[in-house]
C-alpha cells in the first residue's frame, strides 16, 4: 500500500462542475503540499497545508489531520483546469508524491 | 514569473553520450535542491537531494556515478546524466525550497518547467 493514496486517478467534469479530490495518508506529516501538473510537465505549487483550510481564487484544500485525510476542491470547474493534481505529504523532511488525478474538463 | 529556471526543456541524445540539466533559482537563495524523475503516467520519483557546498543525499536505487549533481552555488543546482541510455529517457524535474517565503510567497516549494530528456 502506498503512503499517499490519491482518488479518483482520472476524472472528467463538465464546466461548471464542482470538483473534489481526495488524498489519504497513512506517515506523520508536517506539511501536506497540492500540485498541479500541466500536459507540458510543468508543475506549479497550489497549497501547503498543515491544518485547517486554505482558499485561493476557486480552489479550496482541506486537511484533516486526525483522519490523515486531504481534499482539494474546485469550483466552477473550467476546461483550463484540466490538469493533473498531486498530492504530496511532507514527512520527516521528505516528500511522498501521490500518484495524481487526472482532471479533464470539458467544455 | 517563475522562480526556479530549469533547461533545457527537451533534449534529444545519442546514447553513450553526456548531457547535463540545470536548475536555478531566480530570487531566493536555494541551499537544498531537490531531483525528481517521473516515468510517463507515473509519479514523480525523489532521485537525489542536492545540498550547496556538499555532497547531493541519493534516494535508493539511484546510481551516483551516472546521475553526477553538483550544487555549486545558492542558486544553481546541476544534474549530468552520464553515458546516457535509452532507458534513461524520462521527464528530468528540479525543485527548490524558499522556507524564508521571499516576496511573500506563501508556498515555498517551487518546480522547475522540467527536462524531457530522450536517448536514441
Known amino acids: 500500500k502506498n503512503e499517499v493514496e490519491q482518488s479518483p486517478q482520472n476524472l472528467t467534469a463538465q464546466e461548471g462542475e464542482f470538483i473534489t479530490i481526495n488524498c489519504s495518508y497513512s506517515?506523520?506529516?508536517?506539511?501536506l503540499h497540492w500540485l498541479q501538473q500541466h500536459p507540458g510537465g510543468g508543475i506549479v505549487s497550489l497549497f501547503m497545508?498543515?491544518?485547517g483550510k486554505k482558499k485561493h481564487g476557486r480552489l479550496i484544500a482541506t486537511i484533516n489531520i486526525q483522519e490523515k485525510h486531504s481534499s482539494l476542491h474546485i469550483t466552477a470547474s473550467h476546461p483550463r483546469d484540466s490538469a493533473v493534481y498531486i498530492c504530496a505529504a511532507r514527512s520527516q523532511g521528505n516528500l511522498i508524491f501521490g500518484k495524481g488525478t487526472k482532471l479533464s474538463v470539458k467544455p | 514569473g517563475a522562480v526556479v529556471s530549469q533547461h533545457p526543456s527537451r533534449v534529444i541524445c545519442k546514447s553513450g553520450t553526456s548531457v547535463k540539466i540545470e536548475c536555478r533559482s531566480l530570487d531566493f537563495q536555494a541551499t537544498t535542491m531537490f531531483w525528481y524523475r517521473q516515468f510517463p503516467k507515473q509519479s514523480l520519483m525523489l532521485m537525489a537531494t542536492?545540498?550547496?557546498?556538499?555532497?547531493?543525499?541519493?534516494e535508493q536505487g539511484v546510481e551516483k556515478d551516472k546521475f553526477l549533481i553538483n550544487h555549486a552555488s545558492l542558486t544553481l543546482s546541476t544534474l549530468t546524466v552520464t553515458s546516457a541510455h535509452p532507458e534513461d529517457s524520462s521527464f528530468y524535474i528540479c525543485?527548490?525550497?524558499?522556507?524564508?517565503?521571499?516576496?511573500?510567497?506563501?508556498?515555498?516549494?517551487?518546480f522547475g518547467n522540467g527536462t524531457r530528456l530522450t536517448v536514441t
Open positions: 542536492s545540498n550547496e557546498g556538499s555532497k547531493a543525499t541519493y
Open positions: 525543485s527548490a525550497s524558499d522556507p524564508v517565503g521571499v516576496r511573500g510567497l506563501k508556498s515555498p516549494l517551487h
Open positions: 506517515v506523520g506529516i508536517s506539511a
Open positions: 497545508l498543515s491544518s
